[in-house]
């Protein structure tokens, strides 16, 4: 080989290392640097709901229960006349004489006495259902002789469309404790005639017994 060539051969082989190291060493300078990892946002959470997402449901609330009834008590006897017909007494006489009555022994001590009455009603017998009932309600102490007030009443007639006869009525009457004095028994009545004959009897046809009248205790 030639002076010539062996030069050229020199001069290729120190190029091709020269290219070598250039492209081992200098690399590294353009490498991209890592991406960081995101840290942690220390920011507080936003307090409200994010916009179009649903709120979260509202706390539920107890609903009011509903009042305990008014207790009352029975009479402590009861009398009355008319055509007894399971159980329940009917004022229907054409003379407007029959009539029931209730004694109370014990009465609230102060306060005008309320009495929660039920009786049945209709306008002949096996007559019609749906009717009110209309009557007189008549009071005393139980120690006189005279009738102290009375009150013409009407009860809304209160049967459930299932019931197979439909006479129920049923409604509250008070009596004002200033026309009782002092009294510490009372005795009521229901009759279709006015005890002070100032207003026409009823031809409506009622009936009672003795769970009919009860007195409303405070």
């Given amino acids: 080989m030639s002076t010539r060539w062996l030069v050229i051969v020199v001069a290729i082989v120190f190029v091709a290392t020269l290219v070598v ?3 081992l060493t200098g690399g590294d300078d353009e490498a991209p640097a890592p ?3 995101p840290s942690a946002s220390t920011s507080p959470a936003p307090s409200g709901s994010p916009s179009g997402s649903p709120s979260a449901a509202p706390t ?3 609903s009011p229960t509903p009042s305990p009834s008014a207790s009352a008590t029975t009479a402590t006897s009861f009398t009355a006349s008319g ?10 006489d054409a003379a407007h004489e029959d009539s029931a009555t209730w004694e109370f022994a014990t009465l609230p001590p102060t306060g ?3 009495f929660a009455v039920e009786v049945l009603a209709t306008d002949a017998v096996d007559g019609a259902r749906g009717q009110q009932a209309s009557f007189y309600f008549s009071w005393r102490p139980s120690a006189a002789t005279d009738w102290a007030g ?5 009860l809304p007639n209160v049967s459930l469309p299932e019931d197979p006869v439909g006479y129920t009525c049923r409604g509250t009457v008070t009596v004002p ?8 028994a009372l005795t009521v009545r229901i009759g279709r005639d006015d005890v002070r004959d100032e207003l026409p009897p009823s031809d409506v046809h009622v009936a009672v017994n003795a769970p009919s009248v009860k007195l409303r205790l405070p």
């Fill in 112 to 114: 005008d006495l309320v």
């Fill in 35 to 37: 991406a960081s990892s």
């Fill in 21 to 23: 190291a250039i492209a």
């Fill in 60 to 62: 539920a609330t107890a």
């Fill in 83 to 92: 055509d007894l017909v399971a159980g329940w007494y009917w004022l229907r």
């Fill in 150 to 154: 009375r009150l013409p009443v009407t």
């Fill in 177 to 184: 404790r200033s026309t009782i004095g002092d009294a510490s």
